[in-house]
């Protein structure tokens, strides 16, 4: 364990393992920047030192939105993707305790879900906007669950759910695959097929959450439901009891939704990501083999098919954003423009909004991988 005295310590400073106030309390996980405030803290504490296991990693870009190698200019990070970062800082620390046996207490996560609600609330576009972009956050499993509560709540505010039951849907969506915190990391890493032996210890994972959810954090079993049922299937051939059609809780059918479009849009061991419109084309095709039509319905309503976030290319050669879905016209978005019609690039500063709802003369001749960008901006 090597320690670091404050004095030496610097806002952005991140390491490859989490860095400690003692040998319990974490001042940062690992990968997430140490901020001015914590350093603040540990001078008024009169903390001198730190320790961590890990290594001094590069400043990271923090401007970067996946799109910094194609883009010209920086752009400002919102004081909402901080705290979209900050969550996911706090939901990998209760994760990382639960994987290690150690005393976990719901009040953070409480905390996180309370603060969390009205910001969805308030700022839909942008946070939704968040679950599409493929940053390199060390913590997949942290971020999953922040996504995953995010489009959840979208679809639970869409349904008119009552302030409760949204609660109670947050709380299964923050924590519905905390159970993966006991697969051995060895099948969760591995890039091939899994083995039956394999499959059957990984399909454990909803049995972990149930019982983590209403023992651990002793929440009501309506909240262990959703972790418990979110792999059940609408035609019966889900898992862990083949519940089939209405017999499968709602908000588990909701997250079931969020977690698959999730899963498709970021990195994964064994296969590369799908674009927005990609994972949302392949989820509206399910035919109701996996997901509950209805739900798909809020779902699309909800995020358009071309999410927020999603690169597209216009019949006149302009590339742009999508930055405003409309829900009666899921076509036709609003995009900010990257690339002009001319091939010149559209400086952050100099934003140029095209709203395809008015201008009927354009329309999306296709979407795609933000990682494609590069290469048609050279």
Known sequence: ??????????????????????GENILAPAGLPIKEKDIERLKRWEVLE???EGELMPFEDEESDGLSSASSGKQEVSPLFKEYLTAIGVVNKVFEYVRLDKEVYPNELDR?????????????????????????????????AVNCMILSVVMGMNLKFPAHKLVQLAQGALLHDIGMTKIPQVILEK???????????????????FKIITKVFKYPNEVGLIALYHHERWDGK??????????????????SVADAFDAMVKDRPYRNSLIGYTAMRQILNDNSRRYDAEI?????QSLGIYPIGSIVILNDGTIGRVVKIHKDAPLRPELSVIVDKTGANVKHNDEQIVNLLDQKELFIAKAINPQELAGKKE
Request: proline residues 5%; charged residues 25%.
């Open 112 to 144: 996180l879900i309370n603060s969390f609600l009205p910001r969805i609330k308030a700022d839909v576009d942008e946070l939704t906007s968040f679950t599409m972009r493929n940053e390199r956050i060390k913590h997949s499993l942290a971020q999953g």
């Open 191 to 209: 890039k091939g097929s899994l083995s039956p032996e394999e499959l059957k210890t990984m399909r454990t994972h909803t049995l972990h959450a």
């Open 238 to 255: 889900g898992y862990p009891k083949q519940l089939a059609g209405k017999d499968i809780p709602l908000s588990a059918r909701i997250v």
């Open 296 to 300: 798909i319905k809020v779902f699309i």
């Open 1 to 22: 364990m090597r320690k670091i005295k404050v004095s030496d310590l610097q806002p952005g400073m991140r390491f490859t393992k989490a860095i400690y106030m003692d």
């Open 50 to 52: 730190v320790h961590t």
